[in-house]
């Protein structure tokens, strides 16, 4: 073999090996960023699940019929996922930071779609009672809109603005906590404007 045939051979094996490592990082870059898009993609779906209105974002759901899985893909990711002993589950979609309307979607042990409640309710807040934990509040209600802590008091507060309807239309629904996760009492407070 000449030293000429055995530099081809050689630049060969090395152009291949480079091709290779080539196409390989841009399979994992392809990979990358298609990763990426996927999430970005993922992200404004949740965006625009978020602040759909509330007739396009339970359109066409029949109970008994609607699958688990058109539940996700029509409303997106759950805020919570409770799942009963049964195999039943309780999907959580609160709207909004300050929204008006927190959904649980109840999915029978088959994975279709049973009941949507909407739980900001005069009925519903009636129903807390002195003694409840705040995971029994939160599975009641839904995720609070906001939360405040009083330290000195010591006291935490979770509020959910709700449509109560009447003079105000608006109003907030609050319950207080003490030290021990317990409610210890409820509240109402107006929407305060124009702040």
């Known amino acids: 073999m000449t030293f000429r045939y055995r530099h081809r051979l050689l630049i060969r094996h090395l152009t291949g090996l480079l091709t290779a490592a080539m196409l ?17 993609v993922q992200k404004l779906r949740d965006f625009f699940n978020a602040v759909k209105p509330d007739a396009l974002l339970l359109k066409d759901m029949t109970p008994g019929i609607t699958t688990e899985e058109q539940v996700r893909s ?65 599975r009641l209600l839904g995720k609070p809109g906001e939360i405040a802590v009083y330290p000195l008091k010591p006291e935490t507060v979770w509020s959910w603005k709700w449509r109560e309807g009447g003079v105000t239309e608006e109003g907030i629904f ?11 009492t409820t509240s109402r407070s107006d929407v305060v404007r124009g702040r």
């Open 24 to 40: 390989g990082a841009s399979l994992a870059l392809a990979g990358c960023d298609d990763q990426q898009g996927q999430e970005a």
């Open 74 to 138: 029509q409303m997106g990711k759950p805020e919570t996922e409770h799942t009963f002993t049964d195999g039943s589950k309780r999907l959580e979609y609160p709207r909004g930071p300050q929204g008006l309307n927190t959904y649980m979607i109840d999915i029978d042990p088959d994975g279709k779609l049973q009941a949507i409640t909407q739980v900001l309710t005069a009925a519903n807040f009636a129903k807390i009672r002195p003694g409840m934990t705040d995971d029994e509040v939160r």
């Open 174 to 184: 609050n319950v207080h906590f003490g030290p021990d996760h317990k409610v210890s």
